[in-house]
């Protein structure tokens, strides 16, 4: 298993006939963000959700995946706001063979902090392997826009989105691609979070799958279900009702 790098480290890349395959895997942990806020004082309860993420780390170095991926979900409960630890539980859920949970998890971390880099250098890796090229070369070079120009990530994140756009040639690279990736962060397949039409309704939709996950004893995807139906529908006092009790219910475990 990886261990936690100050810096950002790459899958390893094998070429073979313009094409790329990832074969050995590392992720970018470091919680690397532009335009960082200035520290404030945290909660006891945003302190224990950053212990929690701590714990996690050293479980996920020895290769304990379920207890730090159980440790990660705490943390979120805790403190629902904390994008670094969307982006622990994305390569926890990428390794554990969840891609849908990844994908949600690491665009969580983006809806939280758009600029949060290392996110997006994963979500781009993430979408290579899954051969989703259009929308890895967009992570790219959202990655490549927002890093430091100095930074060596920020060189391979734009040397990655010119293979991509190499290797999906003669289509119209640059401007076609932008259109077809541009609503990534709206249009996510299978009901995921993000904002759609009629956001009542499927934030009515979302609180039945949390209410279900409740009845399961699953409080992490039911808190996670309910605050993806708050956001799309934040007036909602059902869903804040639930999300306390569920908080409440989970802390007590």
Same mark, same amino acid.
């Given at each position: 298993?990886?261990?936690?790098?100050?810096?950002?480290?790459?899958?390893? $890349?094998?070429?073979?006939?313009? *094409?790329?395959?990832?074969?050995?895997?590392?992720?970018?942990?470091?919680?690397?963000?532009?335009?960082?806020?200035?520290?404030?004082?945290?909660?006891?309860?945003?302190?224990?959700?950053?212990?929690?993420?701590?714990?996690? !780390? @050293?479980?996920? #170095?020895?290769?304990?995946?379920?207890? %730090?991926?159980? !440790?990660?979900?705490?943390?979120?409960?805790?403190?629902?706001?904390?994008?670094?630890?969307?982006?622990? $539980?994305?390569?926890?859920?990428?390794? @554990?063979? =969840?891609?849908?949970?990844?994908?949600?998890?690491?665009?969580? *971390?983006?809806?939280?902090?758009?600029?949060? !880099?290392?996110?997006?250098?994963?979500?781009?890796?993430?979408?290579?392997?899954?051969? @989703? $090229?259009?929308?890895?070369?967009? *992570?790219?070079?959202? /990655?490549?826009?927002?890093?430091?120009?100095?930074?060596?990530?920020?060189?391979?994140? /734009?040397?990655?989105?010119?293979?991509?756009?190499?290797?999906? &040639?003669?289509?119209?690279?640059?401007?076609?691609?932008?259109?077809?990736?541009?609503?990534? =962060?709206?249009?996510?397949?299978?009901?995921?979070?993000?904002?759609?039409?009629?956001?009542?309704?499927?934030?009515?939709?979302?609180?039945?799958?949390?209410?279900? &996950?409740?009845?399961? #004893?699953?409080?992490?995807?039911?808190?996670?279900? %309910? $605050?993806?139906?708050?956001?799309?529908?934040?007036?909602?006092?059902?869903? #804040?009702?639930?999300?306390?009790?569920?908080?409440? /219910?989970?802390?007590?475990?």
């Amino acid at each position: 298993m990886p261990n936690k790098f100050p810096g950002e480290k790459m899958r390893k $890349l094998i070429l073979i006939s313009g *094409c790329f395959v990832f074969f050995v895997t590392s992720y970018v942990f470091a919680a690397e963000s532009v335009n960082d806020a200035p520290e404030v004082q945290l909660t006891e309860v945003q302190t224990e959700a950053r212990e929690y993420r701590d714990q996690g !780390l @050293k479980l996920q #170095e020895i290769g304990d995946l379920d207890g %730090a991926m159980k !440790l990660y979900q705490k943390a979120t409960v805790l403190d629902p706001a904390y994008q670094v630890v969307y982006n622990d $539980l994305g390569i926890i859920y990428e390794a @554990k063979g =969840m891609p849908d949970r990844a994908e949600e998890s690491y665009l969580k *971390c983006i809806k939280i902090d758009p600029n949060y !880099l290392s996110a997006y250098s994963n979500l781009a890796i993430f979408y290579e392997n899954e051969r @989703k $090229l259009g929308k890895a070369a967009y *992570c790219w070079k959202k /990655r490549m826009d927002l890093g430091d120009p100095g930074d060596p990530w920020t060189l391979k994140a /734009r040397q990655r989105f010119e293979d991509i756009r190499l290797a999906l &040639s003669p289509r119209p690279a640059a401007d076609s691609q932008e259109r077809d990736v541009v609503g990534l =962060m709206k249009d996510v397949s299978n009901e995921k979070y993000i904002l759609r039409h009629d956001d009542k309704a499927f934030a009515r939709n979302k609180l039945r799958q949390a209410r279900f &996950s409740y009845g399961t #004893e699953d409080y992490a995807t039911a808190i996670r279900e %309910a $605050l993806d139906a708050q956001y799309l529908d934040p007036d909602n006092k059902d869903i #804040e009702e639930f999300i306390q009790k569920t908080q409440n /219910r989970a802390l007590t475990q």
